[in-house]
């Protein structure tokens, strides 16, 4: 190896290229091909130190699916839940109900008509009632229709309403048009001496959907009240 160090850099014997430093020699072969060798005085064919590895980029999460328009896709939502959801925003209720008699206090008559009614006519008793439920991009409207009453007399006889019945008129023996009722015994051998009667109310609650789906929900609300119904006597004077 020849000693001279022109601007660091001298052509060898053998053709390579070596290159001074302070730390030492770096030799090349000829052409450039094969490694490069490192002397330092003492140590020979040390390969060029090596550039230390780069670290491997963080792996990322994996966003979830987008749509069409870029954005993740959003929750589907069920209709039919979301009709669900309206009917309950509705406050439907069991309505009141007024009769011949129309208390305990009162006395009905075997062989009497007992008319019954809605008392409290309204939104929530009998309808309609129309409202709307909205999640994420689903918007569903809602309208319940009052559709008639069972009522079960406690006399082993149910009744079918088809509305809420015909409020009495006050006077007269005539029977309900609608919904009325003619017990053929006294209730005094019932619990307490009472007739019980039962009175589920029917409500069909049809939706429909911006989606373009629709469907119908029956609603059925139930209350009751108790009838006294005893036997009128007639009495015969002597009026000679």
Known sequence: MSSSRPDNVEILDDGSRATYKPEGAYVQPEGGSGPTAFFDGMTQGQPDPA?????????????????????????????????????????????????????????????????LWVANPGETTTG????????????????????????????????????????????????????????????????????????????GVEWESNTGETGTIPVELTTSKQLRIGQYQTVVTDVS
């Open 51 to 115: 550039e230390p590895a780069t670290p491997d980029a963080p792996a990322q999460a994996q966003e979830p699916a987008p749509q069409d328009g870029g954005e993740p896709a959003a929750p589907q939502v069920d209709p039919a839940e979301l009709a669900q959801t309206a009917v309950s925003q509705m406050g439907l209720e069991a309505p009141e109900i007024a009769s011949t008699p129309n208390n305990t206090e009162t006395l009905g008559a075997v062989g009497l008509p007992v008319w």
């Open 128 to 203: 309609p009632n129309t409202t709307s439920a909205s999640a994420g991009a689903v918007t569903v409207t809602a309208t319940a229709k009052f559709t008639g009453m069972s009522i079960d007399m406690g006399d082993g006889t149910t009744i079918e309403c088809d509305g809420p019945g015909t409020e009495y008129p006050g006077t007269g023996i005539d029977p309900s048009p609608d919904c009325g009722h003619v017990y053929e015994q006294m209730s005094d051998e019932q619990p307490d001496g009472l007739y019980t009667v039962n009175i589920t109310a029917h409500w």
